[in-house]
């Protein structure tokens, strides 16, 4: 069996006074204010006779408060320094305030097992050290930067510079699904556009794809030729932007639900009558014949036709109503007969495709992301069992991850939508098959539970709100949920990652993008500042002028001017 690394020894900062509030905590006493910040790692030493030597417990700071310190009086007065007061009375010691720290125990780190936790606390006077940076880069990461299958975002927030590097574990990453849940502004998407530069580093070299409402990831196409990107064998990333021109979705690729959202305000019979007209196209319209609105048209006029007591033939009136409808959905762009955006034309490794959709309703939106996500989830697992053969469209040979923004959108806590279902299934089935989600949200208390819930690699960055806040209680792994309170005083690109990509949770400090960012927030006072600009007026002036008039028209003979 493997034996845990030995650490080095580190400075002492505090003694051990007892036990905390549960089994799983301590309390040690401090001077030292500057090094016991909440999230901040600590250890004691004890001997464990299974490993033959002696381990380093290791704990994270939770909560610290002010026990003992000069009397009041002395700070009342600001024009005395309370340090010459404490003099003259005699008072010695350099530092008089006295912290009581609460600390959560995480346990020995084990290179094959992880942490372990030996459920022995420490006696009363034991020594408490600050654990050295070189000990948390190797504990706290599952991967260096640099490995294969690792994603350096950034640097560990308390320790200076980039003294302890983050490196995650992006097959645990992908596979087990992530969260990036953030409030407005908190820089939720550059930190998004972190994690898909290291994705398409060459020691990952993923197939991704991105769900943009807001047409925010169009800079990643500065991958292309950056020097960080590319590999000595010749890899460089490719980008592939596909912005609402070049989106298409096959009709027959869509189901009775999808084509419900996209009609408005149909009535129970209405339902009804499209229903039996989509049993009849699917009954009459066997394998792969790829139907169009008319087809579904001729289906519904035969769903609505009746016999009368006489034997003639009917049509009711829904029929030329749900035809009406469905004119509206022939006029789309979105949705062809023939062009077809299939899972080989999505994904490949090594390039990351991003679906622009912000110039496309909510209601189109939710359509496409629902078809996208059930045919890839489909083509992965028919590919991974064999049944389709390397010449079919739908064929997808390897894992795949895809990233979606504004998500409670597509799957809202309390209302039905398309994209809900197979989000829960794809959350739950998906790792059994190399297909992988990512979720960006700024309002979790907005997206659905369940969907949150399956989601195992957790980003969580300032929330001021408190229902978001009450949501993620339930949402973060236990170790990590003394640092919620630290949301509302992040600042932006400050960062909890917890879960399955790292040992434990760690305040992290995202670093900086290799490409440029494309979710600036806009300007508002330098736009209107420009506004008055010279060349801005000037031209104004040009393009508000009258036009000249009465101005003598020129005589011709023959089309030649005599002026």
Request: proline residues 6%; aromatic residues 6%; glycine residues 8%.
């Amino acid at each position: 069996m493997a034996r845990a690394a030995k650490p080095k020894e580190s400075p002492v900062i505090g003694t051990v006074k007892g036990p905390g509030e549960n089994g799983n905590q301590y309390v040690f006493i401090t001077a030292n204010n500057r090094q016991v910040k909440i999230g901040e790692f600590v250890y004691y030493s004890i001997d464990l006779p299974d490993l033959g030597e002696t381990a380093q417990i290791l704990g994270k700071i939770s909560d610290r408060c002010l026990i003992d310190h000069l009397p009041d009086r002395i700070f009342a007065d600001t024009e005395i320094s309370p340090d010459a007061i404490a003099a003259l009375v005699g008072f010695a010691y350099p530092n008089p305030e006295i912290y009581e720290v609460t600390v959560d125990v995480i346990g020995y780190f084990h290179p094959a097992l992880g942490f372990i936790n030996p459920r022995i606390t420490p006696d009363p006077g034991a020594k408490v050290c600050l654990t050295d940076d070189e000990t948390l880069r190797h504990v706290v990461n599952k991967k260096q930067p640099g490995d294969v299958g690792s994603a350096h975002v950034g640097s560990l927030l308390l320790r200076p510079g980039n003294a302890v590097p983050i490196a995650l574990d992006v097959k645990e990453l992908v596979s087990t699904h992530m969260a990036i849940l953030a409030g407005t502004g908190s820089g939720k998407s550059y930190t998004a556009g972190v994690l898909i530069e290291e994705l398409m580093r060459p020691y990952n070299r993923a197939a991704v794809l991105i769900f943009d409402p807001h047409g925010e990831y169009g800079t990643l196409a500065d991958m292309r030729g950056h020097t960080s990107f590319e590999a000595e064998d010749g890899y460089s990333p490719d980008v592939k932007i596909l912005t609402p021109e070049d989106i298409r979705i096959r009709m027959s690729s869509l189901d009775y639900y999808d084509i419900l959202t996209l009609l408005p305000d149909m009535s129970d019979r209405q339902q009804a009558i499209l229903n039996k007209a989509f049993s009849l196209l699917t009954k009459h319209r066997k394998g792969d014949y790829r139907w169009d609105v008319q087809d579904l048209i001729s289906a519904v006029y035969e769903s609505d036709r009746s016999t009368d007591e006489e034997g003639n033939e009917k049509t009711g009136s829904s029929a030329p109503a749900i035809e009406w409808k469905l004119s509206k959905l022939e006029r789309s762009e979105y949705f062809h007969r023939m062009q077809h955006l299939a899972p080989k034309d999505l994904f490949e490794p090594g390039r990351v495709t991003v679906l622009q959709m912000n110039e496309i309703s909510q209601e189109e939106q939710q359509v496409i992301c629902a078809a996208v996500l059930r045919q890839s989830y489909q083509a992965r697992m028919n590919t991974a069992r064999d049944k389709i053969s390397a010449d079919d469209e739908n064929y997808l040979p390897y894992p795949v991850f895809i990233l979606i923004e504004e998500a409670h959108r597509f799957a809202p806590a309390n209302e039905p939508s398309r994209c809900k279902m197979i989000l829960r299934t794809i959350l739950s089935e998906g790792r059994k098959f190399g297909m992988g989600v990512g979720l960006i949200t700024q309002r979790p208390g907005k997206l659905d539970s369940d969907v949150l819930s399956q989601c195992m690699s957790q980003f969580l960055m300032r929330i001021v709100n408190p229902v978001d806040q009450e949501s993620l209680k339930y949402g973060v792994e236990a170790a990590g949920r003394d640092l919620l309170k630290e949301l509302p005083s992040l600042t932006k690109g400050q960062v909890i990652i917890s879960g399955a990509c790292v040992n434990t949770p760690v305040l992290c400090q995202i670093r900086k993008r290799l490409t440029k960012h494309g979710g600036e927030t806009m300007d508002a006072p330098q736009e209107w500042m420009g506004h008055f600009q010279n060349h801005r007026i000037k031209s104004r002036q040009i393009e508000q002028a009258p036009v000249a008039t009465g101005v003598k028209k020129a005589e011709t003979v023959r089309g030649f001017s005599i002026d």
